[in-house]
């Protein structure tokens, strides 16, 4: 069974594993205990172990889904929609009245679970992710040969609570 419940200290050092997992380049440990121990973020235990985990933030009647992430082993088995259904929950009784989020625009499991949970899309961030360092690539401007590391773009989505 799967126990949503808000941070405590002794869940952000394995939360902080299952994330660096997936990140490019992921944020610093002091950065991501911050975010988790805001006392909004929520944890997903499973058998009271860490499986995943929501980062939010909130600035007046507006809560941001700052990260989602799932253990790898433990995805399509409707961790990560518990853990959105939940911010609902929460969001409701902070008397949010919208919830925002960005994603990449290549990650189409983390915008399904989205769309299928009622966020639209509002707009764009050109170049806004950072990608790996092996997809650089050269480029020529002013007849300077300068390298160029690809950037991509972030969908901003939105759902009205
Ligand atoms: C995005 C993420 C959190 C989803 O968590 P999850 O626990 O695997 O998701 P769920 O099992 O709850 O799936 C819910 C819905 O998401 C969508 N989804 C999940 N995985 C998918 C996949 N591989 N391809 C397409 N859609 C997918 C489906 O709509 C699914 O609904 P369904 O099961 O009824 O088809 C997880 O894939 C993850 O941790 N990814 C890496 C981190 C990341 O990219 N986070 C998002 C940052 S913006």
């Known amino acids: 069974m799967v126990v949503i419940s808000a941070f405590t200290e002794a869940e952000v050092a394995l939360a902080y594993c299952i994330f660096k997992t997936d990140r490019v380049?992921?944020?610093?440990?002091?950065?991501?205990?911050?975010?988790?121990l805001n006392s909004i973020s929520l944890v997903a235990k499973k058998n009271e172990i860490?499986?995943?985990?929501?980062?939010?933030?909130?600035?007046?009647?507006?809560?941001?889904?700052?990260?989602?992430?799932?253990?790898?082993?433990?995805?399509?088995?409707?961790?990560?929609?518990?853990?959105?259904?939940?911010?609902?929950?929460?969001?409701?009784?902070?008397?949010?009245?919208?919830?925002?989020?960005?994603?990449?625009f290549s990650n189409t499991p983390a915008i399904e679970l989205y769309r299928s949970m009622g966020f639209e899309l509002i707009g764009q961030r050109k170049n806004y992710y950072e990608t790996e360092r092996g997809q650089?690539?050269?480029?020529?401007?002013?007849?300077?040969?300068?390298?160029?590391?690809?950037?991509?773009?972030?969908?901003?989505?939105?759902k009205i609570l």
């Open 25 to 36: 380049n992921p944020w610093a440990y002091s950065t991501f205990e911050k975010s988790a």
């Open 50 to 104: 860490t499986v995943g985990f929501v980062l939010l933030s909130s600035i007046l009647d507006e809560l941001t889904i700052e990260d989602i992430t799932v253990q790898v082993n433990q995805r399509n088995k409707g961790i990560g929609r518990q853990l959105i259904q939940s911010s609902f929950i929460l969001a409701t009784q902070m008397q949010q009245i919208v919830i925002y989020l960005e994603v990449r």
């Open 136 to 158: 650089e690539h050269v480029t020529h401007i002013n007849n300077k040969i300068t390298v160029i590391a690809p950037r991509e773009h972030a969908y901003i989505m939105k």
